[in-house]
């Protein structure tokens, strides 16, 4: 027996560049993992990876893929090992994972390898299991992520077009490339590393034919990360498989249909050269969540007979030699503003929550799904070994949050300019931005932020009063009017909820185009940035009224556990919209439409010794006397949006 001991409550808290880099380098006390009886390895030598028609091979022994996805940004640090060892207990032996380039580099040419961005530590983490490894890093990835994981800032590069054969993105993706590579030399398996292979791009068939643009990353990443094997991942369609195909690099499929997507594979791909082992490169469990007062969760419970399919069909590819990887096997948690959303209209913003039938639940613990694909899988995997206990999820009691200070009580300096900026033209990229108008003329009628749809959430205030919501989550979204007069303060409250991850629609941010009130123009507009990038210190009290501004609320608990012991569920009854931080940490957003109704709280972020701090962004404060208490069970459901009941 090991236990792995946690001294996550000593970590640094998350710095402005880090956003979801917010964890320790050590494990979780408290667990029992019988199963890391591997001795530790590290990269030293050298070592192969090739294939034939059929086979992978390691070192020149065959070796058949049993994948299932991490992708470490997703997940605490200090729960790396624990959730990779669930992993190979449930009979698995290659980790996949995305990087998430928006993390990495927040602002452009500045990277940042800490916390949970440190991708070296990740893949020795793998290494140390005895296991394998896959590199997906992009540049776009997907993965419900904000803009499939590509930086906000690129939409202020003159003449960039993302996902094309165009000078200045692969330029940028270079640069991200190569400081990639450079951490991860040592994690090739040519240099005695983890890592097998390394994805090209993701799905690029679905959307593109750009021959040029693919073998141009292929030429990018053989510079990086040379002498590794490449692959591309296209769905199971005609058109996608063909037109995703590079030259060199293994065709692989993804989707549900493995059987039917494996015979079109041999039979749309030509090229000798990208054919070889049938791989399903994401075998999809579930569809992921989005935000929605109709939207339901995603999970396999009371679905027998689903869990029956999804495991028979894992149990057949295996069967035929042929290889996979679980999408996700553990989809973890979208911490701070790292969700991106569908769209772009409607804009359909993914919840925080990334578990979605996934067999490690969210928490790092078997969801039903995870003894079905065990008992499939462990035929095929010998020396397989037990799955490490994991203690019962705690409850907190209901504890106070008290309104501490209003967000716009203390306001950043402004830039001001005559017509409004997007947010990514001040230099933010996450959060929200406010808009400030001193009215200079009577204006009367519809507000319009910009041509078109909202980007993405508006709120709107007359004199500190809010007006209403205009929001990009509905097709027709509510229609707010307003009365102002010369001297009158107009605020815009802007929320990036999201940008859509498809990769290829204008996400900018913020304002964008004229704001209009009727058929007036209103003019001269203040910028005051709100990235929330740390926890505010909050003093003092404040007063809260109905359609006040949003304010900031403060709580303490108590816990005497430690780790994952510690772990639960933050339920913040009464809450409309925000953002939660607990010791420092972002947890990301809440809102009251659900499907997701609590935020995921790892015990690794708390402290047993001193009182546990949150602090509480509520959008919409309604009343000054708030509670919140962990809880050991979610619940999932839905609740009437408060600010658009009839719009669809």
């Known amino acids: 027996m090991k236990i792995f001991h946690d001294v996550c409550q000593d970590a640094p808290k998350p710095q402005p560049t880090t956003l979801v880099a917010i964890a320790s380098t050590q494990v979780a006390q408290h667990l029992d993992i019988r199963a890391a009886t591997t001795t530790p390895a590290t990269a030293s030598g050298t070592g192969t990876f090739t294939w034939d028609s059929k086979t992978f091979y390691v070192n020149g022994k065959a070796y058949q893929i049993i994948g299932g996805q991490i992708d470490p940004q997703r997940v605490p640090r200090a729960y790396w090992a624990q959730r990779i060892q ?69 939409t202020q590069i003159s003449g960039l077009k993302i996902r094309s054969n165009n000078s200045p993105f692969l330029t940028a993706s270079g640069n991200y490339f190569a400081k990639v590579g450079a951490q991860l030399q040592s994690a090739l398996i040519s240099n005695g590393g983890p890592i097998l292979m390394v994805q090209i791009e993701n799905e690029y068939g679905y959307v593109g034919s750009d021959h040029a643009y693919t073998n141009a990353l292929s030429n990018l990443l053989k510079t990086s990360f040379p002498n590794t094997k490449q692959y591309t991942n296209d769905g199971a369609q005609e058109g996608a498989i063909k037109s995703g195909q590079v030259p060199g690099a293994l065709s692989v499929i993804d989707g549900t249909d493995s059987k039917n997507g494996f015979k079109l594979r041999d039979q749309v791909v030509k090229d000798q050269s990208s054919l070889g082992p049938l791989m399903n490169g994401e075998y999809w469990i579930r569809w992921f969540d989005s935000w929605g007062p109709h939207n339901g969760h995603s999970s396999y419970d009371g679905d027998t007979a689903g869990k029956a399919g999804r495991a028979s069909e894992l149990d057949w590819i295996l069967s035929n030699g042929h290889h996979f990887s679980i999408y996700m096997f553990h989809g973890g948690t979208s911490f701070a503003f790292g969700s991106g959303s569908g769209g772009p209209n409607p804009v359909s913003p993914f919840t925080t929550s990334y578990d979605y039938g996934a067999p490690l639940d969210e928490t790092g613990r078997p969801a039903s799904i995870y003894t079905n694909f065990r008992n499939a899988v462990i035929k095929y995997s010998p020396n397989t070994p037990a799955v490490p206990s994991t203690p019962p999820l705690v409850a907190v009691p209901e504890f106070a949050l008290k309104p501490m200070q209003g967000l716009f009580d203390t306001l950043p300096t402004p830039r001001t300019s005559s017509s409004p900026m997007s947010m990514e033209a001040t230099g933010q990229v996450f959060g929200y931005i406010l808009y400030e108008s001193i009215i200079t003329a009577a204006a009367l009628g519809k507000v319009q932020a910009g041509p078109g749809a909202p980007r993405d959430r508006v709120i709107i205030y007359v004199n500190g009063q809010k007006k209403g919501v205009i929001d990009a989550i509905y097709k027709t979204p509510a229609s707010i009017s307003i009365d102002v007069v010369k001297g009158d303060k107009l605020w815009l409250l802007v929320e990036n909820l999201g940008r859509a991850d498809n990769g290829f629609s204008d996400q900018t941010k913020g304002v964008v185009g004229d704001v209009t009130v009727g058929s007036t123009k209103i003019t001269i507009w203040n910028h005051y940035n709100f990235p929330l990038e740390a926890a505010p210190a909050l003093s003092g009290s404040k007063s809260v009224t109905a359609n006040g501004p949003p304010v900031w609320y403060r709580g303490t608990f108590t816990t005497a556990q430690k780790g994952m012991a510690a772990d639960t569920f933050l339920s913040l009854p009464g809450g409309v919209k925000g953002v939660v931080f607990v010791n420092g940490y972002n947890l990301g957003r809440y809102w009251t439409i659900g499907p997701q109704q609590e935020l995921f709280v790892p015990g690794c972020y708390l402290r047993s010794d001193a009182p546990n701090e949150v602090i509480v962004l509520e959008l919409e404060p309604g009343t000054a006397s708030r509670t919140a208490k ?19």
């Open 86 to 154: 669930m992993a190979k207990a449930m009979g698995l032996n290659t980790i996949f994972s995305y990087l998430y380039w928006h993390h990495i580099e927040p602002h452009q040419g500045q990277f940042n390898f800490t916390g949970n961005n440190d991708v070296a530590a990740w893949f020795q983490e793998i290494q140390n299991a005895g296991m394998k490894a896959v590199l997906r890093p992009g540049p776009y990835i997907c993965g419900e992520r904000e803009w499939g994981g590509l930086p906000g800032w690129l």
């Open 630 to 648: 962990g809880v050991a069970t979610r619940t999932w459901k839905n609740n009437a949006d408060p600010d658009c009941n009839n719009c669809s």
